[in-house]
Nanobody
Framework: QVQLAEAGGGSVQAGGSLKLSCAAS????????VGWFRQAPGKEREAVAA????????FYVDSVKGRFTISHDVAKNTVYLQMNSLKPEDAAMYYC??????????????????WGQGTQVTVSS
């Protein structure tokens, strides 16, 4: 059974940092795409970053470039999202998503088949 489990959310002040984790289990292929998305109340789910664990190639949306870093621990089968210089507009529920079959559009949440339950990030000004 494919499972994704996020952790690491919390409440920080603007300018602070958090590190989210996404532990994967049950995937038939160790090489897979893993993405981070976020959704604030009343807004659509939006992409944040993604990584292909087979090669380590990383992708970021413009709004987080230079502040967020996505990484992968092969031994732990876990993907991390290090978030620095957090802004109030980064506050949202953060979800990780994954698929091993290839993603037609990384930034389209509908293209991802497997999702975690989410972890809340709150940023106060």
């Amino acid at each position: 059974q494919v499972q994704l489990a996020e952790a690491g959310g919390g409440s920080v002040q603007a300018g602070g940092s958090l590190k989210l984790s996404c532990a994967a289990s049950g995937f038939p292929n160790r090489n897979k795409y893993v993405g981070w998305f976020r959704q604030a109340p009343g807004k659509e789910r939006e992409a944040v970053a993604a990584i292909f664990t087979g090669t380590g190639i990383r992708f970021y949306v413009d709004s987080v470039k230079g502040r967020f870093t996505i990484s992968h621990d092969v031994a732990k089968n876990t993907v991390y999202l290090q978030m620095n210089s957090l802004k109030p507009e980064d506050a949202a529920m953060y979800y990780c998503a994954a698929d091993w079959k290839g993603i037609n559009s990384l930034w389209d949440s509908a293209a991802w088949n497997y999702w975690g339950q989410g972890t809340q990030v709150t940023v106060s000004s």
